[in-house]
């Protein structure tokens, strides 16, 4: 294996890949996932991981908020297999509708793989990727600050598509908004 896959294992019923530890975030009880290098993954499955396991959404800062209120940031996968890329997720501390991700259907199938990880709303989420039966689960910590980032999302645009996670593979769609 080379020394960029990193060893998929299971602990408190979410994988965690070698280097990668779960801690509280100091913010309530959610654990997030963090890891000891850039990225964090298995056999399958990459993602760059932040260093803190924390997306916070403040004035003037990184992301979006959706049409519905949900926030949203950019976020790398990398395939390390053949198929699509399907990711979603839960809220661990509360009810809440699954998270959800938009993707361009342009990067082929498989490497890199960037996304907008939207989340309803703040709280401990876990998160999950898929592609095929490969899956990869981190728990990160979202927060809201005031009204959130400054840039407002106007829907997907012509090619991308949109997944509420692998296990519910038939929640994806195809959204082609009209060109002006």
Known sequence: MSPGIVTLAFCLGFAHAAGAT???S?????AVTRSTESYYGNDFLQEWL??????????????????????????AWNRLIEGDLYVGGRRLDGEAPPARAYM??????????PTYLVFPMAGCWEITGGVGDARLKFVVYV???????????????????????????????SVQMPSN
């Open 22 to 24: 779960v801690q509280a």
């Open 26 to 30: 100091g913010d309530g009880d959610c």
């Open 50 to 75: 932040r260093p803190d396991g924390k997306f916070v959404f403040a004035p003037g800062g990184a992301g979006f908020v959706d049409r519905d209120g949900a926030l949203g940031i950019k976020f």
């Open 104 to 113: 361009s259907s342009g990067y082929g199938d498989s490497g890199f793989q």
């Open 143 to 173: 927060e809201k600050v005031g009204d959130g980032p400054s840039w407002r999302f106007e829907g997907l645009g012509p090619g991308w598509r949109q997944t509420t996670g692998p296990e519910n593979v038939s929640a994806e769609t």
